[in-house]
DNA sequence: CGGCTACTTGATCCACTTCAAAGTACGTGG
DNA sequence: CCACGTACTTTGAAGTGGATCAAGTAGCCG
């Protein structure tokens, strides 16, 4: 595990690393003062590199720090004792992960990288303790909690209340603006998680998402091969969110 | 609106108030000075009353502030375009709501009350200046957001990998829990929100929601009379979560 | 090339929804 | 205090979207 002091922190490094992490807009554009980069040394840990399938934490692990994914991607799960998964998110770069640890100091799901991935560890003792001396990185943080509560509520409305295309093709929406917001074709993306994975986050079986992305491609919405999507026509997608399930 | 002011704070005042309240076990339990009272003083802005049916905030409201239940109780939701609701929880007395709101500076859904309720207004500027001082008031404040963002996760599961007898049961269970943790009793309560509001929140129409019910009576494992539950056998109730679903 | 994992597609099934009709609690005004 | 209206709940019967079961296919990697 590649130790933060390994790697020499310079003001342009961090600009680099940092310019697509949910913690920038606190971290960066403010200038900080001289003082203040001192502490965001202090913030950032370590780095960690995760392979493909390897978990960045398990449910019951002790919570010490929250992580930034860096590079590659995540999901996070929760399992029943039975074996049912449930898929509770998706993260890519500069998203974080890890705040369910803090309510019990023991994270309560399981993080595991889709493909080859590096995190930003986040000591949460730091976080805290530089973020009651920096008003905006504190405000930046608890922005970025409740964003994860509302991203919460909108995947409850979509278990709750959509049907199997519409879940999908809010699901496909909301990749193309993730993918765009880091610079990537909103049209054009490959998926890292399996039809499996998808469905278990979409609360629909395997066969269900293969269906879907089927019928969408037949409609003309997408061009499906595999994992690699391209979108067709996004205002067809975006219309089958604004219709009544019988009209 | 009746202004703090207008009561006046004593600590005695202040421990019987909020004796019940999410954020009590850092405003109260860990010996606070003269000087933190004082600072408790500014934290809580007003008392508010809602009254039955009536919002506490609406989606797109400004967020200037988060919300203590002090009695009643209130359901949070997210409205489609096309009249779709998804209810995202319930709240209870001590618990927190308005969250989603610090995320945009504008709530994203809807606080209303399920009877004539009472909230203490804690205004998020002030709770974040006064959490810059007091580290474990800014400790339990992310233990609070951290406790939502688990139990959405939970909620996730629920409507996503679980049947109609699994959710209900869940959410009596749920329900007795926190019944339990308020001084009620465990056994016997009475819901306030409809059959309707039960569905929206699990995923469900109100008449599997009310054909649940009726098949746990019969099953013994609860009486139902209208809004009043008794359980009757919480272990039955338990062990309908641990089963696969065919077997 | 062989073996594996992931994906697609068809046929059948069933849990939950939809539609419909009563029944029950409750508040209000006469 | 009763009559009536309204909102909520229960229950039945029929319909359907997605699950399940079952092959078969495509891509990947050692």
Redesign the pocket.
């Known amino acids: 595990m590649p130790n933060r002091a390994v790697v020499p922190i310079t003001v342009e490094g961090l600009k680099t690393a940092c310019s697509q992490c949910n913690l920038q807009e606190l971290c960066l554009p403010y200038g900080m003062s001289e003082g203040d980069i001192n502490q965001l040394d202090a913030l950032v840990g370590a780095r960690r590199k995760v392979k493909r399938h390897q978990h960045l934490y398990r449910a019951g692990d002790t919570f010490e720090s929250i992580y930034a994914v860096r590079t590659g991607s995540f999901k996070t799960d929760v399992l029943l004792e039975d074996g049912r998964e449930q898929v509770t998110g998706f993260q890519m770069s500069g998203e974080i992960i890890g705040l369910d640890g803090i309510s019990t100091d023991a994270h309560s799901c399981n993080a595991v990288a889709l493909e080859d991935s590096e995190v930003c560890v986040i000591p949460f003792a730091n976080l805290e303790e530089i973020s009651r001396e920096i008003g905006s990185l504190q405000h930046q943080f608890h922005k970025v909690m409740s964003r994860e509560i509302v991203r919460d509520h909108g995947v409850m409305m979509l278990l709750g209340s ?6 999908l093709a809010a699901f496909l929406i909301n990749m193309s603006q993730r993918f765009t917001a880091r610079g990537f074709s909103a049209a054009e993306f490959h ?1 890292r ?7 278990s986050y979409l ?12 019928r969408f ?1 037949e409609n003309e919405l997408i061009t ?4 690699h999507i391209r979108i067709r026509d996004i205002d067809g997608l975006k219309a089958l969110l604004s219709h009544l ?2 009209v």
Request: charged share 35%; proline share 3%.
């Open positions: 959509m049907r199997a295309e519409e879940r998926l998680m399996t039809r499996e994975e998808i469905g609360g629909l079986k395997l066969e269900t998402v293969s269906r879907a992305f089927s491609q499906v091969q595999q994992k399930p019988n």
